[in-house]
């Protein structure tokens, strides 16, 4: 069974929502049976690559608020990603376009670290001051995900690499339905979105599971 995961590095709820499934699977009876996939979603695709903003200056203008609200909205999503155990910073972070992680991405993909290289991902964007936005730090996280560094800089430096994955992702995501990250799809046939609970993740993956089409059954379309 497959559970295929589009979501943004820079996104909080897929960071703090990818933390929940895992913990759903967990509890899942058939764990080992399940393939998970993660793909590619830009929150800020019209961004230029290589410019960059603060976190909190990016919040105030997507919701016309001040600066002040901004921090204090960056506050209650840290408060509840902590309570889910995971590390978070509100200040001293930044934000950009992330086309090239998702393209890195791919590439970890195709090497079988797609998940180690994603952890390292969130956890410098989210909980260190580092940014995922230079692509000398990407080639470092790249090595500590178990990459080629040599290989990962030459990806990063060809802006075609893996550039065809990631926007098939989004086109797949659009028709799928996503209106917004993180978005699950299980076993295509099962779609929810957003940082459910654990217990709701574990639900959908049993239902999925108990009401298996037969083999070589066609298979339905995910649905929201």
Same mark, same amino acid.
């Given at each position: 069974m497959r559970v295929e995961i589009w979501g943004d590095v820079v996104c909080p709820w897929c960071y703090v929502g990818k933390a929940?499934?895992?913990?759903?699977?967990?509890?899942?009876d058939h764990r080992d049976r399940v393939e998970v996939v993660y793909r590619s979603y830009e929150l800020d695709a019209e961004r230029p690559r290589g410019e960059t903003s603060s976190v909190i200056d990016v919040l105030a203008k997507v919701y016309g608020c001040t600066r002040e609200e901004a921090q204090a909205k960056e506050e209650r999503v840290a408060a509840g990603a902590r309570g889910d155990g995971l590390p978070y910073l509100t200040?001293?972070? &930044? +934000?950009?376009n992330t086309f090239d992680v998702h393209r890195l991405l791919? #590439?970890?993909? @195709?090497?079988? $670290?797609?998940?180690?290289?994603?952890?390292?991902?969130?956890?410098?964007?989210?909980?260190?001051?580092?940014?995922?936005? &230079? +692509?000398?730090?990407?080639?470092?996280l790249a090595?500590?995900?178990? #990459?080629?560094? @040599?290989?990962? $800089?030459?990806?990063l430096a060809d802006e075609q690499a893996y550039a065809a994955d990631v926007r098939a992702d989004e086109r797949e995501a659009a028709e799928l339905g996503a209106r917004g990250v993180p978005f699950f799809v299980v076993?295509?046939?099962?779609?929810?979105?957003?940082?459910?609970?654990?217990?709701l993740?574990?639900?959908v993956l049993q239902k999925a599971w108990q009401s298996r089409p037969a083999e070589g059954a066609d298979t339905a379309q995910a649905r929201g």
């Open positions: 929940r499934f895992e913990k759903g699977l967990a509890a899942f200040e001293g972070r &930044d +934000h950009g791919h #590439l970890a993909k @195709a090497r079988g $670290r797609q998940r180690e290289l994603l952890d390292v991902v969130y956890r410098t964007n989210f909980a260190e001051q580092r940014s995922v936005f &230079d +692509h000398e730090v990407l080639a470092e090595v500590e995900a178990g #990459l080629d560094g @040599a290989e990962a $800089r030459a990806v076993d295509r046939r099962f779609g929810l979105s957003g940082g459910q609970p654990p217990e993740f574990t639900e």
